[in-house]
């Protein structure tokens, strides 16, 4: 970062090449191109597959509120299927179901860092010729049954840097893709429209202002240095909580890896026992000094999917079901496993105590 500061190009300089190059790298990716955040780079990928006015983007309805707010910047509709019970997924089935004339695209979440059935997703693009984008924004490191790195099929795979990610520039993301045609568009897009051999002032389309600074490009890159570290670090924690909550009745934890597919930790969720006021847990844990959140709310319950789109509850039982009982657990590479241990047992305990 020291070198970036003294160079005097804090944007658009050799960093953000590199980093996008060792990221593409690190996953197998034909190609990859850093973006502002996670949500600008879901945009942009959906402009690039296609998506505009008047369009439908079938997606989950249990999701961070961008992956469905970015078909609504490009004036289409967010659709929403069900989720699978296990995974949390958007299920195939029902996205199948919900297809109609005017559906452009799929955009399924790898939800709390498991892989989405993407073989099934793309199967039902080709009968149907939609295009695909993934929002792997909380799945870095995460790998599919076939072997191959979520974010590495060749689809868009839009990634995010939060603070809160497995890797981050404080506020970044990362488009990876196969097509060099979606590479040049996204780099042209995210710099106001910009094609490469312009001038300074010369745009030859639509864009926006969706750059990530060499500054947040440096850090990316050393954070990708430390990256089977800091993998390693949650993973260990997540097998520290379910040993220390195995056996408690009712509660859910997340669903384990299998048929060889590989999650990529980025929180620890547990659906509370059916009757146990969530709201109310929530409350008590932090009485004992312990931090947690209802995550994630259901995105067409939100105020204004409601207000909009005539959303209400009822329509996707599963996902409105798990929003209800999810509770996020505090949760970071360096949790030491008598950290973990206080969070269970105050678990246990407001579980015991019931507040419905």
């Known amino acids: 970062m020291l070198e970036v500061l003294r160079s005097g190009q804090l944007s658009l300089g050799p960093r953000l090449a590199e980093f996008e190059r060792r990221f593409a790298e690190r996953l197998g990716a034909g190609s990859a191109s850093a973006v502002s955040s996670g949500t600008a780079g879901l ?7 296609g998506v505009t006015e008047g369009d439908e983007v079938l997606t989950s309805p249990f999701s961070f509120v961008a992956s469905a707010n970015a078909a609504i910047y490009e004036r289409a509709r967010p659709v929403f299927a069900d989720i699978d019970r296990r995974t ?29 059935d993407m073989a099934a997703f ?8 939609l295009g695909i984008v993934e929002d792997a924004c909380e799945a870095l ?15 868009p795979a839009v990634f995010g840097f939060y603070a809160n990610k497995q890797l981050t520039t404080g506020e970044g993301g990362m488009v990876t893709m196969a097509s060099a045609q979606v590479k040049q568009r996204i780099d042209s897009e995210r710099n106001q429209g910009r094609a490469p051999d312009m001038g300074w002032l010369d745009h030859d389309r639509l864009g926006f202002n969706y750059r990530l600074s060499d500054i947040a490009c440096a850090l990316g890159i050393a954070q990708l240095e430390r990256l089977d570290e800091m993998l390693a ?22 669903c384990e890896d299998e048929g060889g ?7 620890f969720v547990v659906q509370l026992p059916a009757g146990i006021d969530r709201d109310a847990a929530v409350g008590e844990l932090a009485a004992s000094g312990i931090q947690s959140k209802p995550y994630l709310p259901a995105i067409h319950l939100m105020s204004f999917y409601r207000e909009r789109f005539g959303h209400r509850p009822g329509e996707f039982p599963v996902c409105e079901d798990v929003a209800a009982r999810s509770l996020a657990l505090p949760f970071f590479p360096g949790i030491t496993e008598s950290q973990i241990a ?11 105590d019931g507040p419905t």
């Open 43 to 49: 945009h942009l990928a959906l402009r690039a597959v």
């Open 261 to 267: 597919e590989q999650r990529g930790w980025f929180v």
């Open 122 to 129: 793309e199967s039902l693009a080709a009968r149907h010729g």
């Open 141 to 155: 490191g995460a790998r599919h049954g076939d072997g191959h790195a979520v974010g590495a099929r060749g689809n």
């Open 342 to 352: 206080r969070v269970a047992e105050a678990l246990r305990a407001v579980l015991a």
């Open 233 to 254: 670090g949650r993973s260990l924690a997540a097998g520290l909580y379910r040993e220390a909550l195995a056996g408690v009745e009712g509660l859910e934890l997340p």
């Open 88 to 116: 949390l997924n958007l299920d195939p089935e029902a996205a199948a179901a919900a297809i109609t004339p005017r559906t452009r695209a799929l955009l399924p979440v790898h939800i709390f860092g498991y892989p989405a």
